[in-house]
């Protein structure tokens, strides 16, 4: 039976959540996220992890080419860290869903939708929305991509 719902969105600061009845959100590094979610029973946690499907040409007004390229490799990172995480915890047992970024909420917007009061930062706020949106999956008992 599925007790608790956890949702990762990866970068610098990898925001974290976990519902579990309780909201809990903060921001950790990737091994964190990794610690945090290996505390739980692999047959009782749904891990939601954000992946960017991005193939976005980075550029910008003014940017010279070492900065858009710094900033390509940044993106670059952060995508295959979260395919990373996604494929460790695939492979201890883990429920894994992988959900593509659906819009930025801002911190009334979190306050308003689940009640969370906590500081965020936009990591942790992407973070606690994939967890909420899943958090059906506590009472149905099962997993649904």
Request: hydrophobic content about 35%.
């Amino acid at each position: 039976m599925i007790k608790r719902v956890i949702g990762i969105d990866r970068g610098k600061n990898t925001g974290f959540a976990e519902y579990d009845g309780e909201l809990y959100a903060g921001t950790t590094d990737f091994w964190g996220a990794v610690d945090a979610v290996e505390l739980h029973d692999s047959k009782e946690t749904v891990v939601i992890v954000e992946l960017s499907n991005s193939k976005h040409v980075w550029h910008s007004k003014g940017q010279n080419g070492k900065a858009m390229a710094r900033t390509g490799v940044n993106v670059g990172s952060v995508i295959r860290e979260a395919e990373l995480l996604a494929a460790r915890f695939i492979s201890k047992g883990y429920n894994v869903i992988t959900v593509h970024p659906r819009g930025k909420k801002t911190a009334q917007d979190i306050k308003a939708i689940t009640g969370y009061e906590g500081r965020t930062n936009e990591h942790t706020r992407d973070a606690i929305m994939l967890a909420w949106s899943y958090r059906h999956l506590l009472k149905n008992g099962a997993v649904k991509g």
